[in-house]
């Protein structure tokens, strides 16, 4: 099955991920890298959590075993422990409350599944294998970081400050699209920002 790929607003949402493990980690980074304010709950938390929690103040970490209660409020919870059934369970607890779930090696649970992406500043390319092979998309994300790079993201950035003025000062989409790719299209040539 090919999956949807949609584009969510987590800044400052709750997103609670259960579990303190590697896989643990690997979820809490992801979400933080787009802003969510994330609980994590654990019986055991490794270091790897602590040492994000030291500089992060969107991650508040709760030493302790599940509850049902904890998944209220969210907008999104990540079940990552290591227990097949209490993964179930969760993605039980929140499929019946409408809030999205992901867990960890259940495909069959989850309401939506992680890409592996690149990200320079506002800029995303995101692959799924739709779970067929986590590796094939690590490879496309390889092949892709030659193009999608830091300068990129600079672009991206330019473009976004200049696009109200721009769409402001001509009239058809036609001549918007044209200027937009004019810009585009020759700061990539230059390899440096249009100056302003
Ligand atoms: C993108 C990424 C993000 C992340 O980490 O969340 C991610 N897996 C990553 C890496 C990775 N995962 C695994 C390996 C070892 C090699 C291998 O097994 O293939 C490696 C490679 C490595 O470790 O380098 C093991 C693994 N993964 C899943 C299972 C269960 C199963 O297959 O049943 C098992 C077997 C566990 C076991 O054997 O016990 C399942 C899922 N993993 C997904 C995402 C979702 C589908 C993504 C897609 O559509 O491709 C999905 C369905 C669920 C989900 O988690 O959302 C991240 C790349 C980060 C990056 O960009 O670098
Ligand atoms: N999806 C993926 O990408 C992927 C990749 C590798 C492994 N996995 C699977 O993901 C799972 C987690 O992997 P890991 O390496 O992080 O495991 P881990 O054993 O290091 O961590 C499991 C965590 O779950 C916590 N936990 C267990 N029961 C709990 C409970 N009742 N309440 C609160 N916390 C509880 C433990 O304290 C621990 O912190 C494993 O089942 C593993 O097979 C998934």
Do not use: W
Not at 134 to 141: F, G, I, S
Not at 153 to 159: A, P, R, S, T
């Amino acid at each position: 099955m090919a999956y949807f790929p949609m584009f969510v607003n987590l800044k400052d949402q709750p997103c609670l991920v259960v579990g303190g493990g590697m896989v643990a980690y690997r979820k809490v980074k992801v979400l933080l890298d787009f802003e969510a304010r994330v609980v994590v709950v654990g019986e055991n938390i490794c270091d790897k959590i602590y040492e994000i929690v030291k500089k992060s103040n969107q991650l508040e970490l709760q030493k302790k075993c599940f509850e049902d209660a904890d998944c209220d409020n969210m907008f999104m919870v990540i079940a990552a422990t290591d227990d097949n059934l209490l993964n179930h369970h969760i993605a039980e607890i929140c499929n019946s409350k409408g809030i999205m779930v992901n867990a960890v090696d259940q495909k069959e649970d989850c309401s939506f599944i992680f890409s592996s992406y690149i990200k320079e500043k506002n800029l995303i390319a995101a692959f799924s294998s739709g779970g067929n092979s986590p590796v094939l998309a690590q490879y496309l994300k390889s092949q892709e970081k030659e193009i999608l790079t830091p300068f990129l993201g600079e672009l991206n950035e330019y473009m976004g400050k200049i696009r109200k003025r721009v769409i402001e000062k001509y009239d058809t989409e036609e001549k918007r699209k044209e200027i937009f790719k004019e810009i585009v299209n020759t700061a990539i040539e230059n390899g440096e920002l249009p100056q302003e």
